[in-house]
């Protein structure tokens, strides 16, 4: 009998490309998916149709889509983007686990909300790191 094969399923991944950490997260994550299984999109580039959500609502935080159609979001998304990688599914079942499932949600949309007031994103294009109607 063989062995199953594992999946190569994509999850693809929605980010702002215009954002300093965003950028610097995806690279992060793309040196540790080992296995290929996830897809980045640039929500500033890419063509409205790929698109789950408007521009300004991909904006706001990280989202992404399961092979299935699933939208996940924020601190959600997060998770599930660990949970990809090689070496950091244990990292992300910590997540779901109290005390971090209650503070990593308020927690992750703090940092979304202020990333281009952060360090790491000081050279974050004017008018993109975020909606521009709120920022």
């Not at 690279?27 to 540790?32: N, S, Y």
Request: net charge positive.
């Amino acid at each position: 009998m063989n062995a199953p094969a594992q999946s190569t399923a994509t999850l693809e991944v929605f980010t702002d490309g215009s954002c300093e950490l965003c950028r610097r997260s995806r690279k992060w994550v793309e040196g540790r998916d080992r296995h290929h299984r996830l897809r980045f999109v640039d929500l500033r580039t890419a063509e409205t149709e790929v698109l789950p959500a408007s521009r300004d609502a991909l904006a706001s935080e990280i989202w992404a889509r399961e092979p299935d159609g699933t939208l996940l979001s924020g601190y959600s998304a997060w998770r599930r983007v660990l949970a990809t990688l090689p070496g950091w599914r244990v990292v992300a079942a910590l997540g779901a686990l109290p005390p971090l499932s209650w503070l990593g949600p308020p927690a992750y949309r703090f940092i979304a909300r202020h990333r281009n007031r952060l360090p790491l994103a000081r050279h974050c294009d004017v008018g993109t790191c975020g909606p521009s109607s709120s920022r």
